[in-house]
């Protein structure tokens, strides 16, 4: 079992920056962050490997977001800047139980609770 605790989230100004953190209980394996806005279905954000070589973006989050990770923390982190107000949702960490990277939810086997980022203009 593993379990995923966010944290990082919060209110910041258009054009600002955020890092959010992921802390994985127990092995970590290839983590990924998606977000879910109001109404809207659960979206891919970004990924990477369980080694941190290969790594993948939404088209939305390239140029701007970056995806890394610690494997002697177990923690991942996703730096975001330039953020804009379509960037509000709750962000959410998964882990799968596989090395490479994978852009779909049903990929993922454990989810975090989820933290709010929100963007004003």
């Known amino acids: 079992q593993v379990q995923l605790v966010e944290s990082g989230g919060g209110l910041v100004q258009a054009g600002g920056s955020l890092k959010l953190s992921c802390v994985a209980s127990?092995?970590?394996?290839?983590m990924g962050w998606f977000r879910q806005a109001p109404g809207k279905e659960r979206e891919f954000v970004a990924t990477?490997?369980?080694?941190?070589?290969?790594?993948y973006y939404a088209t939305s989050a390239k140029g701007r977001f970056t995806i890394s990770r610690d494997n002697a923390k177990n923690t991942v982190y996703l730096q975001m800047n330039s953020l804009k107000p379509e960037d509000t949702a709750v962000y959410y960490c998964?882990?799968?139980?596989?090395?490479?990277?994978?852009?779909?939810?049903?990929?993922?086997?454990?989810w975090g609770q989820g933290t709010q980022v929100t963007v004003s203009s």
């Open positions: 990477i490997s369980r080694r941190g070589g290969n790594w």
């Open positions: 127990g092995r970590t394996y290839a």
């Open positions: 998964a882990a799968r139980l596989k090395d490479e990277a994978a852009r779909l939810k049903d990929e993922h086997d454990y």
